[in-house]
């Protein structure tokens, strides 16, 4: 089993829709989260972190449930320009190197 | 301020070959990072640095090795390449904390022939 799982999509969304994201982690001993946007051949870049009382940025919305081991991300009217791959990143805090296990990530394709 | 670099942006090679991709900070991180990136696999962590001159191995270390002699600069080396290693090598650099976020480099896209 992978340590941290997306659904790959794609998700296919007409403009001005939500969608919702979900990302399962196995290690119990993650302590922070992060959503990652990628636009095709580019770098990640991080989109927001996730703390464990939400947080909101805009149109987008993170949650953490720790009982159940998964992070979401819900973004609000869906613009063209959200398509992208989103990936969901942990760290664990019982390590030392602090480096991100990332999903796979979940393509979004917003379509006019 | 250039953030992270990476060089070079492109490269093939022969199996066999070897080859240095160098990633360059200019934010004082202490923390560097080189992962690879396949299709549907995600990004896996290849080797790491907390710090000038100290390294360590992450999820997928077999194939490379790395030197951070200068804080601002991490090398990733191929002694000699494989067609299993073409990918997408990205540097990242942080600085230490559970919620600090990492930055990263626009990426080298390897090829081995």
């Known amino acids: 089993r992978k340590e941290v799982e997306q659904d790959p999509g794609p998700f296919n969304v007409p403009e001005g829709a939500t969608v919702a994201f979900n990302c399962t982690y196995s290690?119990?001993?993650?302590?922070?989260f992060f959503w990652y946007r990628q636009d095709c051949r580019k770098e990640p870049k991080l989109l927001m972190s996730?703390?464990?009382s939400g947080n909101e940025d805009g149109r987008f919305t993170a949650q953490l449930n720790r009982a159940s081991q998964y992070i979401s991300l819900l973004i609000r009217d869906s613009k063209l320009s959200d398509s992208a791959t989103y990936l969901c990143?942990?760290?664990?805090?019982?390590?030392?190197?602090?480096?991100?296990?990332f999903g796979s990530g979940t393509r979004l394709q917003v379509q006019p | 301020n250039a953030g992270v670099t990476q060089t070079p942006k492109f490269r093939v090679l022969k199996t066999g070959q070897s080859m240095t991709l160098l990633c360059a900070q200019d934010?004082?991180?202490?923390?560097m990072y080189w992962y690879r990136q396949d299709p549907g696999m995600g990004l896996r962590l290849i080797h790491y640095?907390?710090?000038?001159?100290?390294?360590a191995k992450g999820e997928v270390p077999d194939g490379y090795n790395v030197s951070r002699l200068k804080k601002q600069n991490f090398l990733l080396g191929l002694e000699s390449a494989a067609p299993s290693q073409t990918s997408v090598y990205f540097c990242?650099?942080?600085?230490?904390?559970?919620?600090?976020?990492?930055?990263f480099g626009p990426g080298t896209r390897l090829t081995v022939l």
């Open positions: 640095s907390v710090g000038e001159g100290t390294t």
């Open positions: 290690n119990s001993a993650s302590q922070s």
């Open positions: 996730v703390y464990s």
């Open positions: 934010m004082n991180h202490e923390y």
């Open positions: 990242a650099s942080s600085t230490p904390g559970l919620y600090n976020e990492q930055f």
């Open positions: 990143a942990v760290k664990a805090g019982d390590t030392g190197r602090r480096a991100l296990t």
